[in-house]
C-alpha cells in the first residue's frame, strides 16, 4: 500500500519537475521569437490595408447582386400595385377648398 503511495507521489513530483520545465522551456522560445512575432503582426496588418478595401468592395458589389436577386421577383407586385394605386387615385373626386 506504502508503495504504490510512493510510486504516485513520484509520479506527481516527476509531473510538476516537468510542467515547470515546459513552461520555462516554452517562455524561452516565446522570447527568442518575439521579433518574428512582432514582424508577423507587421506584414499582417499590411495586408490588411491593403486587401481589406477590396474585401470591402466585393462584399458591396455582392449585396447589391443579392438585393437585386430578390427584388426583381417582386417586380410584377409593384407594378401592380402602382396599377391600384392610379386607379384609386383617379376615382376619388377633387377636394374642394
Do not use: H, Y
Not at 59 to 88: E, N, S, Y
Amino acid at each position: 500500500m506504502f508503495t504504490l503511495l510512493g510510486l504516485m507521489f513520484v509520479a506527481v513530483a516527476l509531473f510538476v519537475v516537468f510542467a515547470v520545465f515546459a513552461v520555462i522551456l516554452k517562455l524561452a522560445i516565446r522570447l527568442v521569437l518575439l521579433p518574428l512575432l512582432l514582424i508577423k503582426w507587421l506584414i499582417g496588418g499590411l495586408v490588411l490595408l491593403v486587401v481589406g478595401p477590396v474585401i470591402g468592395l466585393v462584399g458591396l458589389v455582392l449585396l447589391l447582386v443579392a438585393g437585386a436577386l430578390f427584388v426583381v421577383p417582386l417586380l410584377p407586385l409593384l407594378a401592380l400595385g402602382a396599377i391600384v394605386w392610379l386607379i384609386v387615385r383617379s376615382s376619388r373626386r377633387p377636394v374642394t377648398a
